[in-house]
């Protein structure tokens, strides 16, 4: 079934040289298909008919778009055991996750074609003409958002399915009236073939232009860099490492017509427990955190790889029974050679830095591929002068901060770079005590949590999936959420359009019933 | 009553060595007051005073923001004649322009507070707990919009009022809850400190933080860059050339934290003139667009600088005709002779283009420092082939294009540059024949107008302000309007943060009587 060749649209093409195979990390052995790389041909061809498809698709109806998105969502079903089987193949990653995911990916698709259904979305916002306002008459006007063009999609390595060929992403775009093109990831590209294939065969039945959608193979960066430089690609989303994000926004920042890249990328999750906290429940959140740190072996854009706390006996209990029970967890699979090769090296980094401590590394054998969890902890005047402690190490790793007092925790989270969570463990409205504290963790995240975890994204409006660089490019938007369809879209302005050849959306009868803006006030139909 | 200072917060600071005046164009010479460039030192002082600003302003009620910006307002207006004479002598404007303008600063100031005082602006977003949902619990999650931090706004020379010192781009960073510091237009020096006078004014009688806005004087682009560069900067508006909000761009994309410039450039504004429009009522569109092309001496980023139409004789009768208006019109002054040199300058240089034939050129002696008006006429296929002339001539000029046909207007729309506005003169019901050229015009264009000029833009919000990259660097952003303060402001989420310690605008009560989306609903108090 698994074909090894891109999508030019519906069409399947193979003109290139390079080719590669992905690899099950759990047996330790490359999968059988054989990919071919992208020419620069192909690559072209299939933004030249995005750039084509987009013309149509721009001006389809949202409730026809809705019909796509929902199609795509049943054909990935339909894909059943065999997309899951070759998803745990290509990832390591067990059968329960791959289910869970896949619910996950379908149900975003839903979400956008609720939305669409709906409407509202396109903040329609219209000024009603004044032609005897003086000193000049007021003309009609009237706005709403509008598609910016082709859109390319990164697939992430650590989520093949909802983050990757149809995931958050392509699905927003979709929703937005942009045609999309996938760089597949070099790591699961048999599962994103099939997951193509899904989405094409959705176009094709609810009769989508050719176009709307290719999925290229990619083993390196050349695929990524020629999309990201084509004049015909106006935006980009992108889920990964910061070098890899930091890439590709900068090729785009020098073209000559600059295009938005929406790049979520690291961060290390900042966690801060609070004395009473410690003093009532160490033992319950190092059990808690231990799960956090290693959930999906530490794989997760949202772990815990920072805990700060203000050194205390209660504080040192937290750190042992934490590295106690994270060594009391089995290791677990990472996703590919490489990566647990970068994790035992950034680790090997980190352990070698003065003044950190280690206090717990998982000694015994491991399979190979199998990450060995690991606990530090650091003085606050280390950490604080040590930037290479702020970095990320992807994987099951986490380091404890041990603070002088308050004004030193305040001090190292005004320092931390961009993140995408911050959490707060803390009992008996300690909080009001710390609101600087807050107030500067709030200024470097861009969510922040009360007594829980950062592991866990929930895809509904209000989650901000995002924050201050380097956290992602561009902190004024979200990567989950049905609110993400803003990274792909414009306002436009209608000033004195004819009423019979305006959108529907901005009509004075408003046919479609959506939400409006009308001379100031929100008007719901 | 002008020191030539720069204010550092509310002190006033002039420590460099470089120094310069204000030109008054009508005059032909110098204005009086001396002005001193921001040393590197002062623009540090600047960035770190609004960066703690920002710690207690981020935190300012929606009302008393709205406060602060009625009592700029106020200020603004207290300031009366003198500024009114300041503005006039450093722009050559005229004083009805100046209290027009002011007029337009002052409202975007209240329609900014009142946008404040109402407050959902923020758009609140709630999604309740499910403690018992299966096969997960779901978190309280609730989402609004925070200020990105300081913000540096750049003096537009062709507005000394409503895109400068408290104009468009400051008045919706205040509202957000960023600090502004402004980087002055050296060509209006004096009429930005007066206004910087007003704006520190009224931050003193409503309680502001010193730091919360600060006005720096310069002379080249040093002042500018440095500002860009610094890390307490958040984030930059500009309103300008090309090469100037490029040049803004590329450092903002290079700095270790990206950050967001919004910068409104250039734009040629296509007007496409069709047959039947032009066989009824050539004489009348001549005579609005010489109107038009001169409006304030075609200072204006809306001028009208491309006219499309399709080869006639009745398209030659409108040439001929808008020739004639044109030269009618008495010469006006421009802003600077720098500008009316560069005015010159680059028409020479579109003259001088094979093909081009200029059919008004206005032949008499002018006073130094006027612009002397001009219309060009080229063939269709001349212009595609020589992108030199579809390059803005900022000035009264125009250049009218006489297409093949349908097709080949369709072919010079699609491959113009990003543009402000697209407007349409049509007549009969003519343009539902059209419906390619107006889809192309809609994909590169902000603003689409029917039987318009793109001259005057109404603060209003569904005036899209803005385009695709020229016109502006994010098109996903307007200049005017209250949507406008989308620029500065990220999305924010608390997960399961306790009612008490939540900003009003996400409490269970709603205290704020706001718009909110509430479990996928909007719901209006």
């Known amino acids: 079934m698994i074909s090894g060749k891109n999508y030019i649209g519906n069409t399947l093409s193979a003109k290139g040289l390079k080719t590669y195979k992905t690899f099950n990390p759990v047996l330790n052995t490359e999968n059988n298909s054989t990919f071919t790389e992208a020419t620069s041909e192909e690559i072209h061809a299939a933004v030249n008919l995005a750039t084509n498809a987009f013309k149509q698709y721009r001006k389809v109806s949202g409730a026809k778009k809705a019909d796509f998105l929902n199609a795509i969502a049943d054909e990935i079903l339909t894909l059943d055991d065999e997309l899951i089987q070759t998803y745990c193949s290509e990832t390591g990653l067990p059968e329960g996750r791959a289910k869970g995911e896949r619910g996950r990916t379908v149900g975003q698709l839903r979400d956008f074609a609720a939305l669409l259904k709906e409407g509202s979305w396109v903040e329609a916002t219209i000024d009603m003409a004044q032609p005897n306002r003086e000193p000049m008459p007021k003309s009609d006007l009237r706005k709403m958002k509008i598609p910016l063009g082709p859109v390319v999609v990164f697939g992430a390595?650590?989520?093949?399915?909802?983050?990757?060929?149809?995931?958050?992403?392509?699905?927003?775009?979709?929703?937005?009236?942009?045609?999309?093109?996938?760089?597949?990831?070099?790591?699961?590209?048999?599962t994103g073939e099939m997951v193509a294939?899904?989405?094409?065969?959705a176009a094709e039945k609810t009769g989508m232009p050719n176009g709307v959608f290719s999925n290229l193979n990619s083993s390196g960066i050349e695929?990524?860099?020629?999309?990201?430089?084509?004049?015909?690609?106006?935006?980009?989303?992108?889920?990964?490492?910061?070098?890899?994000g930091r890439a590709l926004l900068d090729i785009a920042s020098k073209r000559k017509e600059p295009i938005p890249v929406f790049a979520e990328m690291g961060s290390v999750n900042p966690v801060i427990i609070l004395p009473e906290a410690l003093k009532n429940r160490a033992d319950a959140i190092a059990k808690t955190y231990a799960g956090s740190v290693t959930l999906g072996t530490g794989q997760f854009c949202t772990n815990p790889g920072l805990i700060l706390g203000i050194k205390s006996e209660v504080l040192t209990k937290f750190i042992n029974c934490l590295s106690q029970e994270i060594v009391k967890i089995d290791p677990s699979v990472m996703l590919h050679p490489n990566i647990v090769g970068a994790?035992?090296?950034?680790?090997?980094?980190?352990?070698?830095?003065?003044?950190?401590?280690?206090?717990?590394?998982?000694?015994?054998?491991?399979?190979?591929?199998?990450?060995?969890?690991?606990?530090?902890?650091?003085?606050?005047n280390t950490f604080l002068e040590n930037t290479t402690l702020h970095q990320e190490i992807f994987g099951p790793f986490s380091m404890v901060v041990q603070c002088e007092d308050a004004v030193q925790l305040e001090t190292i989270i005004s320092k931390l770079e961009g993140q995408?969570?911050?959490?707060?463990?803390?009992?008996?409205?300690?909080?009001?005590?710390?609101?600087?504290?807050?107030?500067?963790?709030?200024?470097?995240?861009?969510?922040?949590?009360?007594?829980?975890?950062?592991?866990?994204?929930?895809?509904?409006?209000?989650?901000?999936?995002?924050?201050?660089?380097?956290?992602?490019?561009?902190?004024?938007?979200?990567?989950?959420?049905?609110?993400s369809i803003q990274r792909w879209v414009r306002p436009f302005s209608f000033q004195d359009w004819p009423q019979e050849?305006?959108?529907?959306?901005?009509?004075?009868?408003?046919?479609?019933?959506?939400?409006?803006?009308?001379?100031?006030?929100?008007?719901?139909?």
Request: charged share 20%; hydrophobic share 40%.
């Open 223 to 244: 695929v990524g860099r020629q999309l990201v430089k084509h004049s015909g690609v106006k935006a980009v989303g992108f889920t990964g490492s910061i070098i890899g």
């Open 420 to 483: 995408l969570t911050g959490t707060v463990i803390s009992d008996n409205e300690e909080l009001i005590n710390y609101s600087d504290v807050i107030d500067a963790l709030q200024n470097r995240v861009g969510r922040i949590i009360f007594n829980g975890v950062p592991t866990g994204v929930e895809v509904c409006p209000s989650m901000q999936h995002g924050g201050p660089y380097p956290a992602s490019t561009d902190s004024r938007f979200t990567a989950v959420g049905v609110h």
């Open 343 to 380: 994790y035992e090296k950034n680790k090997e980094r980190a352990l070698s830095q003065v003044g950190l401590k280690v206090t717990a590394d998982f000694d015994r054998e491991v399979k190979p591929n199998y990450a060995r969890q690991a606990i530090t902890t650091v003085q606050g």
């Open 501 to 525: 050849l305006l959108p529907k959306e901005l009509k004075d009868s408003n046919p479609l019933h959506i939400v409006r803006e009308v001379n100031g006030k929100i008007i719901i139909p």
């Open 197 to 201: 294939s899904a989405v094409l065969k």
């Open 157 to 190: 390595s650590n989520f093949a399915f909802a983050f990757s060929t149809a995931g958050g992403d392509t699905a927003a775009a979709l929703a937005a009236g942009c045609p999309v093109i996938v760089k597949s990831h070099p790591m699961h590209a048999g």
